[in-house]
């Protein structure tokens, strides 16, 4: 099966600017998450969609990061206005059950801001 | 909130030798799962553990969870090269919403 899909591999922006990002969960996948992964540290959990709505968006930073998954497959990630600490590479998964199979991560996008 | 830390957050072996990462959450876990993120890639799902006192193998990795469902290790025998990597643990909390809580990782250099 194809795994999920995730563009761009690679971003580099000045702060202040604003980036998106997209995913492409595995078909069938009724949950979506969106993690950020700081270099050297675990994935941190920013949102997490069941089909097109929204179950935990409690570690996301509303003030400038928001998230959408219309018609409940595909997602967009974005950062507007980017800060320096933003630079993390933000990393989409998506499962079937969690009570029985783990994540399946897309490869990730690298964000560097600067 | 629920954490989970895991030790030691670095280890570097000799091929040959063996390596053990500890996890152990601040909750009691539903479930718990073990993930490898080799060098520049994402991380992979390993396995997943449910029961009280746990253990499952695959070839040279042991992974085991705690009786009390607070703490987890992954034990790799005789280490080889293929096996470097950013070994994490990721915890799913009782009567919680469908999420895991990833530990910090511990980074394994193994040196031929």
């Known amino acids: 099966e194809a795994g999920v899909a995730q563009s761009p591999r690679y971003k580099i922006i000045e702060k202040r600017q604003s980036v998106a990002f997209w995913c492409n969960p595995i078909?069938?996948?009724?949950?979506l998450y969106w993690y950020q992964q700081i270099l050297g540290q675990g994935p941190k959990l920013l949102i997490q969609?069941?089909?097109?709505?929204?179950?935990?968006d409690s570690q996301l930073p509303k003030d400038r990061f928001s998230a959408e998954r219309l018609k409940g497959v595909d997602s967009t990630l974005k950062i507007q206005p980017a800060k320096l600490e933003d630079s993390a590479v933000y990393l989409c998964a998506s499962s079937l059950d969690l009570r029985l199979y783990g994540y399946t991560f897309g490869s990730g996008t690298r964000l560097t801001v600067v | 909130g629920q954490q989970v830390m895991q030790i030691p957050q670095y280890q570097h072996v000799q091929e040959g030798e063996d390596f053990t990462t500890y996890c152990n959450s601040s909750?009691?876990?539903?479930?718990i799962q073990w993930y490898k993120q080799r060098p520049g890639g994402h991380p992979v799902f390993l396995i997943q553990?449910?029961?009280?006192?746990e253990v499952k193998k695959q070839k040279r990795l042991t992974f085991q969870f705690g009786e009390a469902k607070k703490n987890s290790s992954l034990h790799i025998t005789a280490t080889q090269t293929t096996d470097v990597g950013t070994y994490f643990c990721?915890?799913?909390?009782?009567?919680?919403?469908?999420?895991?809580?990833f530990g910090k990782g511990t980074k394994l250099t193994v040196n031929p």
């Open positions: 078909s069938g996948h009724a949950t």
């Open positions: 553990l449910v029961k009280s006192g």
């Open positions: 969609f069941q089909n097109n709505g929204v179950v935990d």
């Open positions: 909750t009691t876990l539903s479930n």
């Open positions: 990721a915890g799913r909390t009782q009567g919680g919403s469908e999420k895991l809580v």
